[in-house]
């Protein structure tokens, strides 16, 4: 195609495009929509918030259909991941079903085919991004009318996002759930055969389907989901209604994936879930919980085991006594305080007080000495006092958080926290959160100081991204070490001498012939 033939072209597809996306008023869109063969689920936060008894059926017999198998040959996908770890490893499944369908990955937007947005729900600044790139991504898909775009994750689990999405922005193809990620081929097929935009969101939880193809990001560390979903309720949070009711994967398919990644030649693996401490709470056949499969997991060939995240109400003595053990259960534990105040962890439904909290560390730290702590805290929930907050300054003292996460709390529709009036002014909640920052950086730089001049064991992940030169890793405890040392010791476990502490990494230097081969 000459210059001129793709301008014509290209005017025709705009033309096309404008009349779907542009000239349609929401009523005639929404009509249209409706009058499709297609069945489109819209979420309802109300169901979603529902937990039923029915149990959760396993599948282990998914495949890609065969009019679908072949439909990305040629053709390019991209995705764009928000938020968590648990969305990550959702984009790692997309990439492994997109791939399998013929697709190849890509990271040049203009050269994809397919985009997806895997969302994350946990903030509005978190959406609000979303929508930011929703809006670039327009005149993309007006130039090229068979881009496929399509809205997925967290987001998507949101009626009022469905709604704008729907309302205002007719140039998104797809909009599908964390329920039913591995329904991605059929959807694929009624957004690029059907006209309208293919909405299937699953409000209540699916089960938990086993076998879903992976393009992992790396070859070093992986993901392992152990459970999904969130029975907590915290009064500020979204994910019990974005990711369902609690549902574990079984313990056989766990250990059998997590051995599948050390034949591959892992490292390392994180288990993930919401709240990883309910593990198996689930389960009516066998008594079975997290303690037990850390416990079968330490005898797996590992190198590295971590778990994250943990709920302090769950955590267990059984966990505590396997994770005593060492070994290949690293010493770093990532316990969400939220905060420091008993009264706002009552109003947050944490179901802890902080002297439940500080005796639950207590216990870890007799049995394991060493043991690393770091956490997540949101300052200014509605109507916290200055001595409230106060205690939160004095918690994270107390415990000697090495690093925490701060977040100021942000109201989450369809939560009970967001229907609470807040008298706590905007400014003071950042003032909070800069004092608590400042706190945060103090420790974890005191924290760093002691390694400076100590050699300690770093998991070498590959160059460092400012200056390819300079090897990157990861200490057991999880500091970032950057060091100078060969680039054939990438994906090995090194000693490393310390000679450096900042605020948030160290520096060193390998030690020579310290590569611990797998
Ligand atoms: N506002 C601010 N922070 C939140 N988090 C969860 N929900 C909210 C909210 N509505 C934080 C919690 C949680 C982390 C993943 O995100 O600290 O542990
Ligand atoms: Fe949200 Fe609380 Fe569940 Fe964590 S434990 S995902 S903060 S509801």
């Known amino acids: 195609m000459n210059e001129e033939q793709r301008k014509q072209q290209a005017q025709i597809n705009q033309e096309a495009n404008f009349d779907r996306i542009k000239n349609t008023s929401s009523d005639d869109m929404i009509s ?15 169901k979603a918030r529902k937990r039923r008894k029915e149990d959760v059926q396993f599948h282990y017999d998914f495949s890609i259909p065969e009019d679908v198998a072949t439909v990305g040959k040629g053709k390019k996908f991209l995705i764009r991941t928000y938020g968590c770890q648990m969305n990550e490893h959702d984009t790692e499944v997309m990439a492994g079903i997109l791939t399998e369908m013929g697709y190849e990955s890509t990271s040049n937007t203009e050269d994809a085919d397919i985009i997806l947005l895997n969302t ?21 898909k007006l130039e090229k009318p068979d881009l496929i775009i399509g809205v997925c994750g967290c987001m998507s689990q949101e009626e009022s996002v469905v709604d704008r999405i729907l309302k205002k922005h007719q140039h ?7 329920h039913n990620i591995h329904r991605l081929p059929q959807l694929i097929k009624e957004a690029l055969f059907g006209k309208e935009m293919i909405v299937e969101v699953w409000s209540k939880e699916g089960d938990v389907i086993e076998n879903l193809p992976k393009v992992r990001k790396g070859k070093i560390k992986a993901w392992v989901n152990i459970m999904y979903g969130c029975d907590k309720f915290c009064t500020y949070c979204i994910v019990p209604m974005t990711r369902g009711k609690e549902r574990s994967r079984r313990p056989e398919d766990i250990i059998q994936e997590v051995r ?33 499969l850390m416990n079968d997991i330490h005898k797996i060939d590992i190198p590295r085991v971590r778990f994250t995240t943990s709920h302090p109400r769950d955590f267990d003595d059984r966990l505590i006594e396997v994770l005593a053990q060492g070994g290949n259960l690293l010493d770093h534990i990532h316990l969400p305080v939220q905060s420091g105040s008993t009264e706002i962890l009552k109003k947050m439904n944490r179901k802890y007080s902080r002297e439940d909290y500080l005796e639950l560390v207590r216990k870890i730290r007799k049995a394991i000495p060493n043991a690393t702590l770091t956490t997540d805290i949101i300052v200014g929930f509605p109507n916290e006092t200055e001595e409230q907050f106060e205690e939160t300054m004095t918690l994270m003292e107390e415990v000697g958080f090495e690093a925490a996460y701060t977040y100021i709390y942000s109201p989450r529709e369809g939560t009970p926290a967001a229907r609470k009036t807040d008298d706590v002014p905007e400014d003071v909640k950042k003032q909070r959160l800069y004092r608590l920052n400042e706190l945060v950086n103090k420790q974890s730089a005191e924290s760093m100081k002691k390694y400076d001049g100590q050699t300690v064991k770093v998991l070498v992940e590959g160059e460092s991204k400012k ?4 090897l990157a890793g990861y200490t057991e405890k999880n500091k970032l070490v950057n060091f100078k040392g060969p680039k054939s010791s990438i994906g090995n476990i090194v000693e490393v001498e310390i000679t450096e502490a900042k605020t948030w990494s160290l520096n060193g230097i390998m030690v020579e012939n310290t590569v611990e081969v797998n």
């Open 172 to 178: 998104i193809d797809l909009i599908f759930g964390t």
């Open 260 to 292: 599948h990644l050390v034949a591959q030649g892992y490292q390392e693996v994180t288990l993930l879930g919401q709240n990883v401490n309910a593990y198996g709470k689930d389960f009516e056949d066998i008594q079975y919980g997290l303690g037990d």
């Open 467 to 470: 200056d390819p030169d300079v």
């Open 120 to 140: 994350c729900a946990i903030r509005e600044n978190a959406e609000n991004k979303v929508f930011g790139e929703i809006g670039h991504l327009k005149p993309l």
């Open 32 to 46: 249209k929509y409706f009058q499709t063969n297609y069945e489109p689920q819209s979420p309802d936060i109300k």
